[in-house]
Nanobody, 124 residues
Framework: QVYLVESGGGLVQAGGSLRLSCAAS????????MGWFRQAPGKEREFVAS????????YYVDSVKGRFTIFRDNAENTVYLQMNSLKPDDTAVYYC?????????????????WGKGTQVTVSS
């Protein structure tokens, strides 16, 4: 079992920045590919960003490319999502997820463990 706890969400004005953190425990963190997903009210959960076990490979949904950065610290068992130039459309609950795989994972179905989420609200 892997336990994931997100933090760092909040209310920010459009154009602002937030950094989300996801602290993992329970298993060897470096064995897991990690990802961030989000779900806005009335919408399905969508992929945001993913990172490989070593951190050497990352992937982003087109809508956040150039604004968001995913990175990880395996020594601290934490994955981060730095979000800059935030837009009202980024408003959602953001979830951290882990997959026991050597590959990068881009879909919800490919994830094995999930956090409970953190709310991000961007005002216009």
């Amino acid at each position: 079992q892997v336990y994931l706890v997100e933090s760092g969400g909040g209310l920010v004005q459009a154009g602002g920045s937030l950094r989300l953190s996801c602290a993992a425990s329970g298993r060897t963190f470096s064995n897991y590919a990690m990802g961030w997903f989000r779900q806005a009210p009335g919408k399905e959960r969508e992929f945001v960003a993913s990172i490989s076990r070593s951190g050497g490979i990352t992937y982003y949904v087109d809508s956040v490319k150039g604004r968001f950065t995913i990175f990880r610290d395996n020594a601290e068992n934490t994955v981060y999502l730095q979000m800059n130039s935030l837009k009202p459309d980024d408003t959602a609950v953001y979830y951290c997820a882990a997959a026991l795989t050597s590959r990068i994972v881009l879909t919800s179905d490919g994830m094995d463990y999930w956090g409970k989420g953190t709310q991000v609200t961007v005002s216009s």
